[in-house]
T-cell receptor, first 114, second 114 residues
Framework: AQTVTQSQPEMSVQEAETVTLSCTYD???????LFWYKQPPSRQMILVIR??????QNATENRFSVNFQKAAKSFSLKISDSQLGDTAMYFC???????????FGKGTKLTVNP | DGGITQSPKYLFRKEGQNVTLSCEQN?????MYWYRQDPGQGLRLIYY???????QKGDIAEGYSVSREKKESFPLTVTSAQKNPTAFYLC?????????????FGSGTQLSVL
């Protein structure tokens, strides 16, 4: 079974600083997609960033970027210039079985302190 | 505006009772999904459907049932066989066959047992 592991249950960072959230995954598939989702206190799931496994270039969306290490099966999320609105649960996810189904990690609770 | 609507926002179930959670989308998406979220557990897939009148079990389907009579609608019934139904339920949808574009999520239903 495919698994996604987020080893940091909770993290905190000072406003304007940079923080990196870790994610590792396990798959035997050659092509798959990786995602980071944000869930603020409203509990609405919001897509942060998406990475296609066959692309070597790391995805970037404004202050959010990933470090995708395919051989190591690692997919970390870097948040630069952290803002108070970044406070949320962050979930790493991977497509399953060549479909759009996602397998999620257990999440990292990020708190941005003023 | 296009999106996914889940109702109700909060739902209470009495012991031995079946309850149905509604999920409607006007995005013209083919695929729809139900996820369950427990504290510290991330999201786990209950059922999914890629076409009308067809659906498949996810990782935790026991005690749940679904139907897909219309493309727009994918209701989830939590039956009395589900002994621990208290959780946050998220419905999602996606396009099929477009390089795994993102899931669109509803705002969720919190189910509690009286």
């Amino acid at each position: 079974a495919q698994t996604v592991t987020q080893s940091q249950p909770e993290m905190s960072v000072q406003e304007a600083e940079t923080v990196t959230l870790s994610c590792t995954y396990d798959t035997s598939e050659s092509n798959y997609y990786l995602f980071w989702y944000k869930q603020p206190p409203s509990r609405q799931m919001i897509l942060v960033i998406r990475q296609e496994a066959y692309k070597q270039q790391n995805a970037t969306e404004n202050r959010f970027s990933v470090n995708f290490q395919k051989a190591a099966k690692s997919f970390s999320l870097k948040i630069s210039d952290s803002q108070l609105g970044d406070t949320a649960m962050y979930f790493c996810a991977q497509t399953q079985g060549g479909s759009e189904k996602l397998v999620f990690g257990k999440g990292t609770k990020l708190t941005v302190n003023p | 505006d296009g999106g996914i609507t889940q109702s109700p926002k909060y739902l209470f179930r009495k012991e031995g009772q079946n309850v149905t959670l509604s999920c409607e989308q006007n995005l013209n998406h083919d695929a729809m999904y139900w996820y369950r979220q427990d504290p510290g557990q991330g999201l786990r897939l209950i059922y999914y459907s890629q076409i009308v009148n067809d659906f498949q079990k996810g990782d935790i389907a026991e005690g749940y049932s679904v139907s897909r009579e219309k493309k727009e609608s994918f209701p989830l019934t939590v039956t009395s066989a589900q002994k621990n139904p208290t959780a946050f339920y998220l419905c999602a949808s996606s396009i099929i066959g477009t390089s795994n574009e993102k899931l669109f999520f509803g705002s969720g239903t919190q189910l509690s047992v009286l």
